[in-house]
């Protein structure tokens, strides 16, 4: 287990090392940030200087090797742009995302996975069949035209809930979060549901699979005929045994939506780090976005972690970091 | 008072008048059980045998109710103390089952991501009105009963940490929690060694005396029913054919399924006049009347010359764990193993599961690597060989699988997989392929133009007779031929081997058969060799081994198959012992055997010193 917990910790750093010189190169072929920082009347002694300032006419290989000196040290630059340690720019909007991440993927399993359950156990039900139906357009259908959909409906048309924004936020751990308030969550409510329909439409899915899978197990037939209720049969036996699929998919698709929900932020002008990215890709302000790849891998590793120590939990066939005897 | 309770004794604890199961399949109903009646009287047991798809595992689940109501229909009547099952309200059903009817399956039935803990504690608080601390001295108590060694240790264990036996001990010990009146075991022991399955089945009727319950037993071995029931029902395509006594059953079968059952039952002892393999007489399903009488299959004179001669063949498979990855033990799979076959000969490798017989097989198939020894095809040494040499010697031996189904390619003709060993070893064109191909499947008895068909239009028994025809295209001497008929159903077994026979005098093919079932051994084999933890311990003539078994394993193995003579019923005792792993330290040295010849080509070895 120890071993295992170096192991996923050594691989973590090596992405992260990867991660970096990939980003790194690839963003010394785009562009000179230079161009875009200055205005195009500068003379060339103001180029000179701001491109000494920033370290721009060192050979790459040095840069690359300033900034890991500077990242040990928990500094991953300064943002050009804002001028402010690019690490701290991306913790100010990292609970914007968050919170609409964690509502998406809550939203996306408590609807998805009991209505999954019953179109696992009902299968011939028409109910069912429409669900089936319905979850081809939660996949097929972009996400932009939904969002833009629901402001359509919900805020132009109905008026009922504003159409962009965080609304009010109040205080938790020195963060500003929007799910403490009441409006806070009237501006929460679209955003997050455009998020999760994909997911939901996925997790309903894999569910019903899954419980067409297990009905016909012999443990089920075992269960019912030792006289559980049927209750019983459904709530323990069938769904702890299709819940690692249903983990996997929910760890990738959170760790997804805290990196890649650019889109629907752009759409409901959310202030999260999805905007904050594209904003600064357009600008070239490389410290944010080395910074903030850099965070994203600490995310995904942190969530696949997570979701092998809950395999372990449901299943305890799976061990970690043994190896069995290959036949 | 007293009349009446002599009245209650006397009525039949479980009657099943004109019990008919339809299930609906794409929008049809189809019947899968006709008017089945039957009764069972208290602390009786009742067999219900028949072949796959007899419908006797129907029987039970439509008297528990526990087939899907959507798509199937059950009608008739079941009744059990006086109530009609059928009619009864659901939940009314549901404290019935676990509860008075309780039930067993095969041991791999318990819920894999669970304890065995929590099915006991889940069950007896279903029923019972107990606290959860209750309950856990419960299971304790219950687990004892059924001889489960140090049990209140193991009551957090989960399924996969128990041993196949250990598991359907456990099994028993949930269906005894409420104490039933009927216990309805379904195949309990079919994926059992046989000696494990002897100690549950003794088990199961040490129990019925102590808990005073009936039994209905579901099983397609006839040497189970033999050891088991009182009575028996014969099913046959979801209508009983036959019910009655066991006794009578097995001494003057009246239907001509029961017969044709019977006859292809292979009964331990029953070889001992007969020098070689003997074909299993073949009586018609219909009418009853003998078609084929058994007969005897060819005797290889001793100057026939050796095919395949394995010497000293060491196999191991290192195992690794630990925090770090390393080494920690070894799996001695075969351990020392040597053995010759003569052209014409069947020489079979038996042993309980994990003692290395398949992985014997495969290693000198070549799909192994062996860790020491040699395997001499025909006089040449298959390790040393080439490449292309030791394609040349493959096609001389080839192999054929328990799993007919996994072996054969779905997305192929079987036309299309039986030629193409001989298109890849470039033996001729593909007009030569197609007129092989043709007349093998004549030989195997199958119509050639039933190649252009795919697997799955194939039953199970068909499909093994295309394994050994694609097996065959090559025109091999050996064919290893591993548990290939241990899946199949009596009758269709007792064909296969008829087949296997036939071509094996034909051809003067060797085979080296590998299984598990001694009665289906002592019927095909000219020589035996007994694997025990990777060794062989007893090796000789056939009639030597059955007639007059040496080793304490062998004689251990023996007495643990089932008899089909319901007049010998319970009347061996088998010590609860489970079967030892051939997982080693890593420093471990193999002992050296010694072995003595008890008589010309018997060699037994002997006992630790």
Known sequence: ?327 | MVQAKAQRDSSPLLAVRNLRTSFQVEGRWTRVLNDVSFEIGNRQTLAVVGESGSGKSVTAMSIMRLLPPATSRIEGEVLFGGRDLLKLPSEEMRRIRGGDIAMIFQETSLNPVYTIGFHMVETLRQHRNLSAAEARREAVALLDKVRIPSAASRLDDYAHQFSGGMRQRVMIAIALACNPKLLIADEPTTALDVTIQAQILQTLRDLQAEEEMSILFITHDMGVVAEMSDRTIVMYHGDAVEEGETRQIFAAPRAPYTRSLLAAVPRLGEMAESPGPSRFPVIDRATGAVVAPAASGSVPDGSAPIILQVEDLVTRFDIHGGALGGLTGRVHAVEKVSFDIREGETLSLVGESGCGKSTTGRTIMGLTSPNSGSVRMEGREVGSLGRRELRMTRRRMQMIFQDPVSSLNARMTVGTAIAEPFLVHKLGGKAQARDKVADLLERVGLRPDMANRYPHEFSGGQRQRISLARALILDPKLIIADESVSALDVSVKAQVINLMLDLQSQLKLSYLFISHDMAVVERVSHRVAVMYLGEIVEIGARAAIFGNPQHPYTRKLLSAVPVADPYQRGQRRIEVSELKSPVRAVDFVPPNREYREVSAGHWVQLADN
Do not use: C
């Not at chain 1, 300032?53 to 990242?71: C, H, I, N, R, T």
């Not at chain 1, 964690?102 to 009991?114: E, K, Q």
């Not at chain 1, 070239?284 to 850099?294: M, S």
């Open chain 1, 1 to 327: 287990m120890i071993l295992w917990l170096l192991k996923r910790l050594l691989q973590a750093v090596l992405v992260m090392v990867a991660m970096s010189i990939i980003v790194f190169v690839g963003l010394n072929v785009i562009g000179n940030p230079v161009d875009i920082l200055i205005s195009p009347d500068a003379d060339q002694a103001e180029r000179l200087r701001v491109i000494a300032e920033l370290g721009l006419d060192q050979p790459l290989v040095w840069q690359y090797v300033e900034f890991l000196k500077a990242a040990l040290q928990g500094d991953l630059g300064n943002s050009y742009v804002f001028n402010q340690p690019a690490l701290q720019v991306i913790l100010q909007r990292m609970p914007a995302t968050l919170e609409l991440a964690v509502i998406a993927v809550g939203f996306a399993t408590l609807v998805g996975l009991p209505l999954g359950l019953y179109a696992g156990l009902r299968s011939q039900s028409w109910l069912a069949k429409f669900l089936m139906a319905g979850s081809i357009l939660g996949f097929s259908l972009p996400t932009f035209w939904i969002g833009l959909m629901l402001i359509m409906v919900f805020a132009v048309q109905l008026g009922w809930l504003p159409s962009g924004g965080r609304g009010e936020t109040a205080s938790l751990f020195g963060l500003q979060w929007s799910f403490l308030t009441a409006d806070g969550w009237r501006h929460l409510l679209l955003p997050a549901l455009n998020l999760s329909l994909f997911k939901m439409a996925l997790i309903m899915r894999l569910t019903r699979a899954g419980v067409r899978e297990v009905l016909p197990q012999d443990y089920i037939r075992y269960a019912r005929a030792r006289g559980l209720t049927e209750q019983r049969v459904i709530s323990l036996h069938v769904l702890k045994n299709i819940m690692i699929p249903i983990v996997t998919v929910i760890g990738i698709e959170f760790g997804s939506v805290i990196a890649f929900s650019v889109v629907t932020e752009t759409i409901f002008a959310w202030p999260g780090m999805g905007k904050l990215i594209i904003d600064s890709i357009n600008v070239l302000d490389r410290p944010i976005i080395v910074a903030y790849l850099l965070l994203i891998v600490v995310v995904f590793v942190w969530i696949n972690f997570a979701v092998d120590v809950v395999y372990t939990l449901l299943d305890p066939r799976v061990r970690l970091g043994q190896k069995g005897s290959a036949r």
